[in-house]
């Protein structure tokens, strides 16, 4: 088991300013007033624990974090002090907030807190330097503190000051959010109980080739659903109409499925569609099976002996990560093989022990969708993060913290 720096190892926290790094770049939406309020915090909801549990040891908490991509330049729009509220209703503390994250006014602000208080910082990212991972800007962040916590996995595949930078210069550990998000990912992917099987699903194989010759690699069954099952039927000479296919991708989708043979993984692909061809809600559409597909009609979802054949392979499986839909989920009635497997291994789950694991903002969409994302394992509110992650590649904000 990989070992990281948690927040034990920092010592004593009574009296020290400690700054959290937070992912609170949540959805957000305009009320009646005009006023930007959050739609989904589940964000805020992860950060918590950490923040709380450092306020009652007697920190000083100083929560940084970005929203959205101002690109260096201030934003307004983008700002940070409507996220004050809502933290302070998750944690139940009060949150004060200053409209920068470095300079002296912010030190004086800081070395005004009261032990155990709450202070939210402006958005790093009003600083090009922050992604930069620019070694001045880290060190006029870390004037802010004498320790620091990464707690926002979906910002760790970035190398920037706030997440790579800083931990140069300050004693650094994972939060409680970051340490379990590491744990169940490790156990999901690097240590699992087999049999094991990925559902990779979404509209293009050119944004998942890396983590499909991952996976065929790791996994015992692979799921491979959404518009880049059409490059991998294309690749097996299957007509797809004019469905979303990459065809200048079908040669890697051939070696894939070559590799997948090499390593005794088991793909699935559909046997059987939904097409229609119109792409729009409630469309006139009819199910056939794949080697039936017209040339003017596209591909939209899997059909139900595809979801048979997907959902009895679950059966027999022990751990499961999922990323991505079966269909374009989003328009009824494409949006009936995503929910009746997620529904599925949602059950499996519950009543049989399966290791659910699902992340990707899609991913947490459809499951949301289904109405089963509370009955997963565990789901990441990282994208590019669990990805990267699913890719087998190292995460710079992970690599720093390594005991």
């Not at 001045?136 to 920037?160: G, K, M, P, V, Y």
């Amino acid at each position: 088991m990989t070992i990281f720096k948690n927040i034990e190892s920092l010592g004593p926290l009574e009296g020290k300013r400690v700054l959290v790094r937070a992912d609170l770049n949540v959805p957000m939406a305009m009320n009646d007033e005009g006023e930007r309020i959050v739609t989904d915090d589940t964000r805020i909801q992860s950060v918590t624990p950490t923040i709380k549990f450092l306020a009652e040891k007697g920190a000083r908490v100083i929560v940084l974090s970005h929203f959205g991509r101002p690109l260096g330049i201030r934003n307004i729009d983008l700002s940070m002090e409507p996220l004050g509220q809502p933290l302070a209703n998750s944690t139940r503390l009060p949150v004060s907030y200053i409209n920068d994250c470095i300079g002296d006014e912010v030190l004086e602000v800081i070395d005004a807190l009261e032990n155990g208080s709450v202070l939210l910082l402006e958005n790093v990212r009003f600083y090009k330097e922050e992604i930069k991972n620019d070694t001045n800007f880290a060190t006029e962040l870390a004037r802010n503190a004498d320790l620091f916590i990464n707690d926002a996995f979906s910002c760790c595949h970035r190398a920037h000051a706030s997440t790579v930078g800083i931990t140069k210069i300050l004693p650094s550990a994972a939060g409680f959010a970051l340490e379990k998000e590491l744990l169940i990912l490790e156990g999901a992917l690097e240590k699992p109980t087999h049999p094991l099987a990925a559902l990779v699903g979404g509209a293009k194989v050119s944004s998942k080739l890396d983590v499909l010759s991952h996976l065929v690699e790791k996994v015992d069954h692979l799921i491979i659903g959404g518009g880049m099952a059409n490059t991998f039927l294309a690749a097996q000479k299957v007509n797809v109409g004019v469905s979303l296919c990459e065809h200048d991708l079908i040669e890697k989708a051939s070696t894939i499925l070559a590799k997948a043979l090499s390593n005794n993984c088991l793909i699935y692909l559909p046997t059987d569609v939904i097409v229609a061809k119109e792409f729009k809600e409630n469309a006139q559409s009819r199910t056939t099976n794949t080697n039936d597909v017209q040339y003017d009609e596209m591909i939209l979802d899997v059909g139900p002996d595809t979801v048979k054949t997907v959902c009895k392979g679950l059966e027999a499986c022990k751990t499961l990560i999922w990323n991505g839909p079966l269909g374009a989920f989003e328009i009824s009635p494409f949006d009936t093989a995503t929910v009746a497997v997620a529904l599925k291994a949602g059950e499996l789950t519950q009543s049989a022990g399966l290791i659910s694991v699902a992340g990707g903002g899609d991913t947490i969409a459809a499951l949301n969708h289904a109405g089963i994302a509370n009955q997963f394992s565990h789901i990441s509110t990282a994208g590019g993060a669990f990805l990267e992650w699913m890719e087998g590649r190292k995460l710079p904000g992970v690599q720093v913290l390594l005991a």
